[in-house]
């Protein structure tokens, strides 16, 4: 969940390296800023110490607050580096103040803003809880700002993982709020989005889809599209959708929202970007790899330039690695997402939900290239902190939950793979429901773990109701459907059934290959399945073909030694066999035996199956020299 967009995030505050003067004292020297907020250019930049006595000035004549946190000429807050400063030297001037003075607490609250803006949570919500209590006895529960302070203390909770803190806290605020104000008022509006949002963070979506429409139908009709907040409102409804598995829906209202946010605010707005991120989301899931990957590349180019170690800019780059990894490219996915875990874990901590999910993409990546050991460290690690912090059947921990139980299948660990897996679709099933895109990825993964422990029957009877539910939700083109697909033709040969298999074989190669390309992992995959069945149908000129094929594009896109291009050499080498040329066969099987011996163990159901198709080569049982990589 990269990009939940929030009311108070933006970015700013940037170093100039030179040429640029002040506006304040038209000075040059010194270190100038630019202010974060709408001002561009000459217009925007500062000297921070000038800022801070300009602010002191005029909040001695005007006593606004204000003149702390807003653009004297745009109107619009400061953000950033700039933002900190005038919120510290605020709070350094209250010190100063009698204790009961409500300048005080009003200037702590103004710094715990700034903190969250620059994604220091933790010292956001200790502020916040400070201000609560001190709102609470000087003024008692229900007087406005005190709500106000429950407000931010509530959206603290959920940002360091609290939820059930946040849940609490956000149903007494709208509670308060809606007797006071009515259910139409912005700080009503304003809560309920905070509750959803929180609704959104425990995995109930449809909860908080309900909750956001109303708001952002409300703010439509009271304030209009061109709203800041109605635009929010849009980027939350449509981050709830896209969780709720509605890819389309929420792409198609990402893109309105991006045309409208573009032409308010500008495309390099942090509330522009961040609704281009979610749209780069939404494209990727629904297998648009090409477009998500220009536009998140864009969005991580523009939060870089301002703010490099911003938790938004940390999720932007782990979602700009998973666009790579989907696309083919995990050497890059992995060096990208391993920077993203190295940042989240200096500015979250290695405990944060954030930093867990950011964990687990790299461990899903790093299975892509064949560091099992690193993944299944990763993995279980990421599944046992979730599950404590964020409960058994939170859809992260679910989640990372099923990663693991694929890779336990890959590791030839089938019996603990298949209970996990087991689990989790259940989980799955009751959280999300039997038809959500992420259940379905579950049954898959079982699928797979089945056939791995014999259950053929199952695995086949699973994949021929899943498929069709598969193609309902994402579409029959959907890369994560035709891969289902070739699942489905594999297992479709376990029972014997080559003619269904063959058709569906054919059927998911043609559109991996017009969707991802004949290089893609996930068609090489396809091409597999395909010669083998066609090796089952006894077309083994044919099966020779594809599999030579398969494995020289694998070799290239793997390595040698990686499980898929083993594996494929494993079918290879039994075409051979059964096509009589069982010299070439022998050293082929050879070949894949040592390597997976050496790389996965002997008792992995690959290494196996190549001992085994080893075996039934007359002569075959003595070592062979290997094939050359």
């Excluded at 797979?448 to 053929?456: N, P, Q």
Aim: glycine content about 8%; aromatic content about 4%.
């Amino acid at each position: 969940k990269s990009f939940r967009p929030t009311s108070n995030q933006r970015l700013g505050g940037t170093r100039h390296q030179g040429g640029m003067q002040c506006t304040i004292c038209l000075g040059e020297d010194g270190e100038v800023f630019q202010k974060g907020c709408c001002c561009r250019g000459d217009a925007g930049a500062i000297h921070p110490g000038c800022l801070i006595e300009l602010a002191v000035h005029k909040s001695a004549m005007s006593n606004d607050w204000r003149d702390w946190t807003q653009c004297g000429v745009c109107k619009n807050r400061y953000m950033g580096e700039v933002a900190l400063q005038l919120a510290h030297a605020r709070v350094a001037r209250a010190n100063l103040l009698p204790p009961t003075d409500i300048e005080r607490i009003d200037a702590k609250m103004c710094l715990s803003v700034a903190l969250d803006n620059d994604g220091k949570y933790a010292e956001a919500l200790a502020l916040d809880e400070e201000v609560l209590a001190a709102r609470t006895e000087l003024f008692g529960a229900d007087e406005p700002s005190t709500l106000a302070a429950a407000h931010n203390l509530g959206y603290a909770y959920c940002r360091v993982g609290r939820y059930s803190d946040a849940e609490r806290t956000q149903l007494k605020v709208v509670e308060a709020y809606t007797m006071q104000n009515g259910p139409r008022h912005q700080d009503t509006l304003l809560a309920r989005n905070a509750l959803a949002g929180t609704y959104d963070s425990l995995g109930q979506y449809a909860k908080a889809a309900e909750i956001q429409a109303e708001v952002w139908a409300i703010r439509k009709a009271d304030f209009g599209e061109d709203n800041q907040h109605t635009q929010i409102s849009a980027n939350d409804l449509a981050y709830s959708y896209h969780w709720m598995g509605e890819y389309e829906r929420a792409a198609e209202l990402l893109q309105r929202t991006i045309v409208v946010s573009n032409r308010v605010n500008g495309p390099s707005h942090t509330e522009s970007l961040t609704t281009q991120a979610n749209l780069a989301k939404a494209l990727y899931f629904m297998g648009k790899y090409t477009e998500a990957q220009e536009i998140i590349d864009r969005v991580v180019e523009a939060r870089t330039a301002t703010s490099p170690e911003h938790p938004s800019t940390i999720n932007g780059v782990m979602c700009a690695g998973t666009v790579h990894r989907l696309a083919g490219r995990p050497t890059k996915a992995v060096e990208m997402q391993g920077r993203a875990v190295m940042l989240a874990e200096r500015v979250l901590g290695s405990d944060h939900p954030r930093t867990l999910v950011h964990l687990k993409e790299l461990a899903v990546t790093r299975v892509e290239l064949g560091l099992h050991a690193e993944a299944e460290a990763d993995l279980r690690r990421a599944v046992a902190k979730q599950a404590e912090i964020e409960g058994d059947e939170h859809p992260n921990t679910l989640t990372t939950r099923a990663a693991l139980g694929h890779l336990l299948a890959e590791l030839g660990k089938v019996d603990e793979a298949v209970t996990l897996l087991r689990t989790t679709v259940g989980g799955h099933e009751r959280v999300l429901g039997k038809d959500h895109p992420v259940t379905l990825g579950a049954i898959c993964k079982l699928a797979g773990a089945l056939r791995g422990v014999g259950e053929h029957a199952e695995a086949t009877r699973l994949l021929r109701s899943t498929t069709p539910a598969m193609s309902a939700c994402l579409g029959s083109t959907h890369p994560e459907t035709l891969a289902a697909v070739a699942l489905l033709a594999a297992t479709l040969c376990d029972v014997s059934e080559y003619e269904p298999a063959a058709e569906n074989a054919a059927a998911a190669l043609r559109g991996l290959q017009a969707s991802l390309g004949v290089d893609h992992p996930k068609t090489l995959e396809a091409a597999r399945v395909s010669g083998r069945v066609a090796a089952l149908r006894a077309d083994f000129t044919e099966a020779i073909r594809v599999l030579k094929d398969t494995v020289g594009k694998l070799r290239d896109v793997r390595g040698c030694d990686h499980v898929e291009t083993l594996a494929a050499a494993t079918s290879l080498g039994e075409a051979l066999r059964d096509g009589d040329k069982k010299d070439e066969a022998v050293k082929v099987l050879t070949d894949a035996k040592d390597r997976l011996c050496t790389t996965v163990g002997p008792a992995h159901p690959v290494a196996v199956a190549a001992q085994t198709a080893l075996e039934a080569c007359d002569g075959g049982a003595a070592p062979m020299p290997t094939v050359d990589s």
